[in-house]
């Protein structure tokens, strides 16, 4: 994917974190069972979110090196 | 007993004496000029930047006032786990964009960036003045939390006044020596510590007073169900509204984005790649308060109650069967959180107050500016810790307003780096706006519609006076907005 797609799954990612962790998406999740490795469930459920946006970040920065290694930079982000 | 406490006494003192090295070693390497003293000669590298990223973001608040959320009101303190990486993520395209225009325009503050766009000097002067607004009180939720671990731990021998004052005279000492450089390896030194320390204790208590995490919950689902629902409890046990839980997920994450001295950090870091890099590595510091939660939710049963809900994790170790060097360890780590995050905003505070409360009005040479940096590091501290010495307020309270302020930040920097069409008095008005609306809603708390955080309320009032203000005004000179613009 290039990197104009991973900047905008970035950004959705974001946003969808965003909505997914307050009123009214997270009444969706709050039980707290059954438990996740030992968590409540909503602790996972940010916890999920927290990670998710590590591998996202992560590979929306191994598309902009692939992107800079085939064309000069062109503005950041 | 005695001699317990004169040993974890002692190993604190000795953590003390070894961060205080580290900070006075570090300032050897900067130059002597305003450059060095507050952005460290934009030379930070990876592993600085890093820890003084999750350093400055996890504090007092998040070691200490995070297990006495989790304790005292349950699911609540998840809001805390959600809002970082979300105020976090945007540094990946805003950070570098800060950095290139610092390196361009020679700024080292937020607000030069802004008054740079917007050139006034009351706009400066009413940066600084906000700024300095949030900063106290975070500074006194740092304090008041090495205050109450060094009491804990010496069984109210040291006072949390005389405690506060030790931990604070310290970092006094290597941030007026060193500057940024003492923030930056210090908070490096600190946040290994932290993290190693937060872990193990998570991990550890939740094993040894219930037989494991599952454990733990499965007890307090058991017998404080309505712990483990959210939105939570509020501090008085009522149940917390969803209102107030989700404005401050909001409100936080917006406020971590705008913070003066992430931006100051901005300046320091050696290159782009190394600001982006540590953004994607923050989740990894968020999840450490997966194990300050699990200290938290592991004083819930526990047969006995502290009087404070933030004294928990001390507490907790005081009354664990753990050797005295450890204990000593444990309680040098809840300091580390408090110190890291209290260095860098005196720092930070009293280089705003030089280059945007004064430098626009009268002009100071480099020694000059210089040396009323530390004469305000001074002062800012000394505010800080008479506020520190006020009971009855909870840390995370006292971090909620805070954020009010800083939010209100969040369109006028947007503006500035994104919007061509914003003028100076739309920026302005839009400011002065939210900020009232924040500073009404916190005075006059229920007055809010829903709960709501007055940061999020004072951003209503504020984007449609920024818009309004700057569209029925004249447009800005091109050339200078695309500077700004075009980086």
Redesign the interface.
């Known amino acids: 994917m290039s990197l104009r797609t991973w900047r905008r799954i970035a950004w959705a990612y974001h946003l969808i974190f965003a909505v997914a962790v307050i009123w009214p998406v997270q009444t969706l999740v709050n039980r707290p069972d059954p438990f996740v490795l030992g968590l409540p469930r909503q602790m996972a459920w940010a916890t999920a979110w927290v990670l998710g946006s590590l591998v996202v970040l992560w590979r929306l920065d191994l598309a902009r090196a692939r992107a800079m290694r085939a064309a000069p930079p062109e503005g950041d982000g | 007993m005695t001699d317990r406490i004169t040993l974890v006494t002692v190993v604190i003192f000795v953590y003390l004496a070894v961060t205080l090295c580290v900070g006075l070693a570090a300032g050897r390497r900067a130059s002597r000029s305003v450059q060095g003293y507050v952005a460290g000669d934009r030379d930070f590298g990876l592993l600085v930047m890093y820890f003084i990223t999750g350093a400055t973001v996890f504090s007092a608040f998040a070691f200490l006032g995070g297990p006495g959320w989790a304790y005292s009101r349950g699911?609540a303190a998840?809001y805390i786990?959600?809002y970082?990486?979300?105020g976090m993520?945007?540094w990946?395209?805003?950070g570098?964009?800060v950095a290139?225009l610092g390196r361009r325009f020679g700024f080292v503050t937020q607000a030069q960036l802004l008054v740079g766009r917007f050139p006034s000097r009351g706009l400066s002067a009413l940066m600084a003045l906000l700024t300095v607004a949030a900063f106290v009180p975070y500074v006194t939720i740092q304090m008041r939390g090495a205050g109450i671990v060094i009491e804990a731990v010496t069984d109210g021998r040291i006072p949390l006044a005389a405690g506060a004052a030790i931990a604070y005279a310290i970092v006094l000492v290597y941030v007026l020596a060193s500057g940024v450089s003492a923030v930056g390896w210090t908070n490096t030194f600190q946040g290994i510590f932290m993290l190693a320390i937060a872990w193990a204790l998570g991990i550890y208590l939740p094993n040894r007073l219930y037989g494991?995490?599952?454990p733990?919950?499965?007890q307090i689902?058991e017998a404080r169900?309505e712990l483990?629902?959210?939105?939570g409890l509020t501090g008085n046990g009522e149940p917390w509204s969803?209102?107030a839980?989700?404005t401050a997920?909001?409100a936080s994450?917006i406020g971590v984005t705008m913070w003066p001295h992430l931006f100051m950090k901005a300046y320091t870091a050696r290159s782009?790649a190394i600001i982006?890099?540590t953004?994607?590595?923050f989740?990894?510091f968020?999840?450490f308060l997966?194990s300050v939660?699990l200290i938290g939710f592991a004083g819930v049963l526990f047969p006995q109650a502290p009087d404070q809900a933030d004294f928990i994790l001390p507490f907790l170790i005081l009354r664990s069967d753990l050797p005295a060097l450890v204990v000593g360890l444990f309680c040098a780590g809840a300091l580390s959180a408090s110190m890291s995050t209290g260095d860098a905003l005196l720092h930070g505070a009293a280089s705003v107050v030089v280059e945007d409360g004064v430098q626009p009005f009268r002009r100071l040479s480099d020694r000059g500016q210089r040396l009323l940096m530390r004469i305000l590091v001074v002062a800012v501290g000394g505010l800080a810790y008479l506020f520190a010495l006020v009971e009855g307020f909870s840390l995370v309270d006292l971090l909620l307003a805070s954020y009010g302020i800083i939010c209100q930040y969040m369109p006028a920097m947007l503006a500035a780096l994104y919007w061509r069409r914003a003028t100076t008095a739309g920026v302005v008005s839009g400011l002065l706006a939210g900020s009232a609306v924040s500073v009404f809603f916190f005075l006059c708390p229920e007055l809010k519609p829903l709960g709501m955080h007055e940061g999020i309320l004072g951003l209503i009032a504020h984007i449609p006076v920024l818009l309004t203000v700057s569209l029925r005004g004249t447009p800005q000179d091109d050339e200078h907005v695309s500077g700004y613009l075009r980086?």
């Open positions: 699911a998840f786990l959600a970082g990486v979300l993520a945007p990946y395209a805003m570098p964009r290139a494991g995490v599952g733990m919950f499965e689902l169900p483990l629902s959210l939105p969803w209102g839980y989700s997920i909001l994450a782009d982006r890099r953004v994607i590595l989740p990894t968020q999840l997966i939660f980086v």
